[in-house]
């Protein structure tokens, strides 16, 4: 499969999913603004162990040629989550434990490690861009609607990146570049589609335990 047939394989493959991961579950219900500020919280708390997860792992496979071009410090969202989470749960972190579909997530992100580790650059690529397409967004919608400190907002603010739609443009033709053996380009197409069903199931999971705890 050629790089551009990979490209377009890819954009083809997961528009339908791009479309519900941004339309479904607890994400539905947080631009709906039905969410809240404990909410938002915990949804946070598992989207941490996801980041801190794909970044260990790439890290620990950074002289990998296909990963290396992928790694960025100013991407990383897992400290930035940290900080967020010590302001925003304190104590509370005590009480909460990851939902089953975010232990799934990170179980497959290790497998993938361990296996063949060039599909990471699957997972970081689809949440990363994703952040950067939607941070200014997601952070006006919590200050200004959900009331969060703007000091409880580092996930969405990528304070390394002067020029957000420059920076999406090189990172993504990075992917147009992917040096990837012709027998893993495949799995690497079925990846994708695997980082956005997770995260659905993570979304998804959220708002069935939010409804569960509404009636």
Do not use: C, W
């Amino acid at each position: 499969m050629s790089k551009e047939k990979l490209m377009l394989n890819i954009r083809e493959n997961t528009k339908d999913l791009h479309a519900m991961a941004e339309s479904t579950g607890f994400i539905k219900r947080l631009f709906a603004e039905k969410a809240s500020k404990d909410s938002y919280a915990e949804y946070l708390f598992n989207l941490y162990f996801i980041y801190k997860t794909i970044e260990e792992e790439m890290d620990k496979n950074k002289d990998n040629e296909v990963i290396k071009p992928f790694i960025y410090e100013e991407l990383k969202r897992g400290k930035a989550i940290e900080k967020d989470l010590e302001l925003l749960l304190d104590e509370k972190m005590k009480e909460i434990i990851p939902l089953k579909s975010t232990e799934v997530f990170v179980n497959r992100l290790k497998e993938v490690s361990k296996g063949q580790p060039e599909l990471l650059v699957a997972h970081a690529y689809t949440r990363y861009l994703a952040d950067l397409f939607g941070g200014r967004q997601m952070f006006s919608l919590m200050e200004n609607y959900y009331k969060v400190d703007r000091e409880a907002l580092n996930y969405h603010v990528f304070e390394g990146i002067k020029d957000i739609r420059s920076f999406v443009g090189v990172y993504h033709n990075k992917l147009n570049e992917i040096n990837l053996p012709e027998e893993l380009q495949d799995k690497f197409l079925n990846e994708v589609n695997l980082t956005y069903l997770f995260n659905v199931s993570v979304s998804e999971e959220m708002e069935f335990k939010l409804n569960k705890s509404e009636k």
